[in-house]
Antibody, heavy 122, light 106 residues
Framework: QVQLQESGPGLVKPSETLSLTCTVS????????WSWIRQPPGKGLEWIGY???????NYNPSLKSRVTMSVDTSKNHFSLRLSSVTAADTAVYYC????????????????WGQGTLVTVSS | QSALTQPPSASGSPGQSVTISCTGT?????????VSWYQQHPGKAPKLMIY???KRPSGVPDRFSGSKSGNTASLIVSGLQPEDEADYYC??????FGGGTKLTVL
């Protein structure tokens, strides 16, 4: 059974960079796409972007200028960096596996991490 | 990318059926059969319930089903159970979510 676990600081100061890592266990990170999704308190879900195990990426246009994703197949984990954060970036951040079929994105998320709350505040 | 439109709430009594709609456009819901549905209990991560409009992952009860007509997708929950009370989100190509529907089992 694939399991995902987010890790990183729970508090980030305004204008600084949010950094999170998602460690995958119970399966290989290879041959899949992996995504970050966030949920502000009491609100809905927002897709941040995805990364393929090869390193190719696709980001939400509304966040593209501030987002960087990376992957480390040797450690079976992938990471998110979101720069110049403001209070509007306060949210629960989830990592998730993207449905993948023969190297193609299938536009759904079949495994999710438990989520980690990141608060942006001075 | 605009969010998909879902009713904020839905309800039904145990054993009844309830349908939750998800309306998009010809650029997202209507474009491809890439509609998925997620169940989220309070304080928990979303769980995939339906993918590619009507497919169910292993372990999801067959009380949950999906359909699509034009730019509107639907999640149907038959034989409502108390544990079905949760928030439900739809999602579609290209990576847009609905605002969520709170399902209450009366």
């Amino acid at each position: 059974q694939v399991q995902l676990q987010e890790s990183g600081p729970g508090l980030v100061k305004p204008s600084e960079t949010l950094s999170l890592t998602c460690t995958v266990s119970g399966g290989s990170i290879s041959r899949y796409y992996w995504s970050w999704i966030r949920q502000p308190p009491g609100k809905g879900l927002e897709w941040i972007g995805y990364i393929y195990y090869s390193g190719s990426t696709n980001y939400n246009p509304s966040l593209k200028s501030r987002v960087t994703m990376s992957v480390d197949t040797s450690k079976n984990h992938f990471s998110l960096r979101l720069s110049s954060v403001t209070a509007a970036d306060t949210a629960v951040y989830y990592c998730a596996r993207v449905g993948t079929h023969i190297g193609m994105v299938m536009y759904y998320f079949d495994y999710w991490g438990q989520g980690t709350l990141v608060t942006v505040s001075s | 990318q605009s969010a998909l439109t879902q009713p904020p709430s839905a309800s039904g009594s145990p054993g009844q059926s309830v349908t939750i709609s998800c309306t998009g456009t010809s650029s997202d819901v209507g474009a491809y059969n890439y509609v998925s549905w997620y169940q989220q209990h309070p304080g928990k991560a979303p769980k995939l319930m339906i993918y590619e409009v009507r497919k169910r992952p292993s372990g999801v009860p067959d009380r949950f089903s999906g359909s699509k007509s034009g730019n509107t997708a639907s999640l149907i929950v038959s034989g409502l159970q108390p544990e079905d009370e949760a928030d439900y989100y739809c999602s579609s190509y290209p990576w847009v979510f609905g605002g969520g529907t709170k399902l209450t089992v009366l």
